[in-house]
T-cell receptor, first 112, second 111 residues
């Protein structure tokens, strides 16, 4: 079955620690995205990538980093510079800019 | 800043009624519009996409687009308690790969 796999489902971060959220897709989509969702809020764009080895900052990129070395993979690192990382993180992909996005099941990140 | 606005709700409708959800957007050049449903604690799932002015129907769902007035709406006919969720409107910003999401409207269908 084609889809987007995010792991882990739950993640806990200690103070000063960097953590990496995994996102893998087998839909052969060119574009991939990371969103953050806080309780009762909409989706805010962190980073997106249109093609391999290229990515752009979204609206709330500070404290986050990404890489896109393979078409299938778009990992997100939440660095210690992100002071309020507790949120629901969603990875999405789309074939192109006017096509619907498909979402993974999300990773819920909390601070220990 | 390109924006997408939705009434946060909750919008309460009785079972079997029509639920009407609205969304306005600021980017006049936008060409692609989507409605997603999100159950509590879950990820969004696509309901409808619409690209041209007018109505598009899929089962109990109808999306309506009016580019001149910059609004897109979603009608849910014969609403069921299982339709209770948050509905997110998304618009692709013109000339980009960026999808701008509204904050969502929470729908409650009362049995």
């Amino acid at each position: 079955d084609g889809g987007i796999t995010q792991s882990p489902k739950y993640l806990f971060r200690k103070e000063g620690q960097n953590v990496t959220l995994s996102c893998e897709q087998n839909l052969n989509h060119d574009a991939m995205y990371w969103y953050r969702q806080d309780p009762g809020q909409g989706l805010r764009l962190i980073y997106y990538s249109q093609i391999v080895n290229d990515f752009q900052k979204g609206d709330i990129a500070e404290g986050y980093s990404v890489s896109r070395e393979k078409k299938e993979s778009f990992p997100l690192t939440v660095t210690s510079a992100q002071k309020n990382p507790t949120a629901f993180y969603l990875c999405a992909s789309s074939p192109g800019p006017h096509q619907p996005q498909h979402f993974g099941d999300g990773t819920r990140l909390s601070i220990l | 800043q390109k924006e997408v606005e939705q009434n946060s709700g909750p919008l309460s409708v009785p079972e079997g009624a029509i639920a009407s959800l609205n969304c306005t957007y600021s980017d006049r050049g936008s060409q692609s519009f989507f409605w997603y449903r999100q159950y509590s604690g879950k990820s969004p799932e696509l309901i409808m996409s619409i690209y041209s002015n007018g109505d598009k129907e899929d089962g109990r769902f109808t999306a309506q687009l009016n580019k001149a007035s910059q609004y897109v709406s979603l009608l849910i006919r014969d609403s069921q308690p299982s339709d209770s969720a948050t509905y997110l409107c998304a618009v692709v910003a013109s000339g980009t790969y960026k999808y701008i999401f509204g904050t969502g409207t929470r729908l409650k269908v009362l049995a």
